[in-house]
C-alpha cells in the first residue's frame, strides 16, 4: 500500500509586513462600517427601532449642545490621563492594572487639603499643597508593588490589583469621617462656599483647565518615551530583563522610576477630578477609567498620540450609550451591546493589521 501524501492544513496564519498606514487605517474603518451595519441588524431584530435614530441619537449625546461637548472633551481628558499613566508601564511589560488606586488615592489627597487646610492656609497656598500632595500619593501608590517586583519578583498584576481594593476602602473611611451632612455617609461638595481649593477658570472656562494640562502632559509623555533615554531604557526592559542588563541597564532603577511616574500621573488625574471637576470625594469618583484605560492604551499600540482618538471614541460611545437609555427609553444594556459589538470590531481588525490569512494551494492534477 502506497504512502498517502501528507495535506496541508487548508489555511495557517503568518505574520505579516508592515502596512502603509493609509492601508491599516483602511482597515480600521472597514471594521467600523462593518459594526455599525452589525450593529443596525441588531437593533432591527431586537427592538424594531430605526437604527438611524439610534445612530442620531448617540451623536447627540455627545455634540447635541455646547455644554455637550465641553463635558465630553472633560471626560476624554481624564481617560486619556489615566491611559498615559499606564503605558510607560505597560512598555516596560509591568502589567500595572491598579491606575483605578492610584488615581483615587490622588482624589483622597486633593480632598485633604481641601478639608483640613481650608481655613489655616489662602486659598494659593491649598492649590499648590493639592497638587504636590495628590503627585506624592499616586507616586508613593504606584512605588509599592514596583518595590515588591524588583525587590521580590511578585506578581505585579495581582499586586496592583489588590491595591485598588486597599484605596477604595481608604477612600470609604474618609468618606465616613469627614462627611457632610453627619450621618450620610458620603461627602457633598467641598467648600461649597468659600471655593477653597477649587481650581481656577482657564479663559473663564469651567472646562478647559483639565483638558490643557492632558494635552500637555500627552505631548511631554510622547517625547519621553520616544526621544529621550528614560524611554529608550523602557523599551529595551520590555523587549529583554536579560538584554537590558546585558547592556548595562539596572532594570530594578527602571522598573521603580516607571512606576513612581505611573503612578504620579495617576495622581494629577485624581487632582483633576477633585479640584477641578467634581469637588468631592467617593469610592466611584475615577469610575472604573482605570480599567477602560488599559484598553486605550493597548488599542493605541501603547502611543500616546493615537491615544487620543482611542480615548475619544470610547467616552464617545459611553455617553451616547447613556442619551440612548434616555431619550429612546431603551436601557442602558442595550446600549452596551451596542458598544461592545463596535469595540469587537474595533480590536479584531488590529488582527489582520498584524497578520495574515494563507489559504492552501489547490494541486495541479498529474497527468496520466
Not at 44 to 53: A, F, H, R, S
Not at 68 to 97: E, H
Not at 145 to 150: L, T
Not at 244 to 253: F, K, P, S, T, W
Request: charged share 15%; aromatic share 12%; glycine share 8%.
Amino acid at each position: 500500500m502506497s504512502d498517502a501524501k501528507k495535506r496541508e492544513p487548508l489555511f495557517h496564519i503568518s505574520k505579516r509586513e508592515a502596512l502603509p498606514w493609509f492601508a491599516v487605517w483602511g482597515i480600521r474603518a472597514a471594521a467600523i462600517i462593518l459594526a455599525l451595519l452589525v450593529c443596525a441588524l441588531i437593533s432591527v431584530i431586537m427592538t424594531g427601532q430605526n437604527p438611524l435614530q439610534i445612530y442620531s441619537t448617540i451623536f447627540y449625546g455627545s455634540f447635541g449642545s455646547a455644554r455637550k461637548i465641553w463635558v465630553m472633551l472633560q471626560n476624554v481628558a481624564i481617560l486619556l490621563c489615566i491611559s498615559l499613566a499606564v503605558t510607560p508601564a505597560f512598555r516596560m511589560r509591568f502589567w500595572n492594572i491598579g491606575c483605578e488606586g492610584q488615581a483615587l488615592i490622588g482624589c483622597l489627597a486633593s480632598a485633604a487639603c481641601m478639608i483640613l487646610f481650608k481655613d489655616a492656609l489662602p486659598h494659593w497656598l491649598v492649590i499648590v499643597f493639592m497638587i504636590l500632595s495628590s503627585i506624592i500619593a499616586g507616586a508613593v501608590w504606584g512605588l509599592i508593588p514596583a518595590f515588591f517586583k524588583a525587590r521580590f519578583n511578585t506578581n505585579e498584576t495581582l499586586f496592583t490589583l489588590m491595591m485598588n481594593y486597599v484605596a477604595t476602602q481608604l477612600v470609604a473611611y474618609f468618606c465616613v469621617v469627614w462627611e457632610s451632612p453627619k450621618g450620610s455617609g458620603q461627602i457633598g461638595v467641598i467648600n461649597l462656599s468659600s471655593k477653597v481649593g477649587w481650581m481656577p477658570n482657564l479663559f473663564g472656562n469651567k472646562y478647559l483647565l483639565s483638558v490643557v494640562v492632558v494635552l500637555i502632559i500627552c505631548g511631554l509623555m510622547y517625547f519621553y518615551l520616544t526621544y529621550s533615554k528614560h524611554g529608550y531604557e523602557i523599551s529595551v526592559v520590555g523587549e529583554s530583563e536579560n538584554t537590558a542588563r546585558y547592556v548595562g541597564i539596572r532594570v530594578n532603577r527602571v522598573i521603580i522610576r516607571t512606576m513612581l511616574l505611573s503612578g504620579a500621573v495617576c495622581g494629577v488625574a485624581g487632582l483633576l477630578l477633585t479640584g477641578d471637576i467634581n469637588h468631592t470625594l467617593s469610592t466611584t469618583l475615577v469610575g472604573g477609567r482605570g480599567f477602560t484605560a488599559v484598553m486605550v492604551s493597548w488599542l493605541a499600540k501603547f502611543n500616546p498620540i493615537w491615544m487620543i482618538l482611542t480615548s475619544f471614541l470610547l467616552v464617545f460611545m459611553q455617553r451616547g450609550a447613556g442619551e440612548v437609555a434616555s431619550k429612546i427609553g431603551l436601557n442602558e444594556s442595550f446600549s452596551d451591546i451596542l458598544t461592545g459589538v463596535i469595540l469587537f470590531f474595533i480590536i479584531g481588525c488590529e488582527f489582520f493589521i498584524s497578520y495574515k490569512i494563507n489559504f492552501r494551494k489547490r494541486e495541479a492534477k498529474g497527468r496520466v
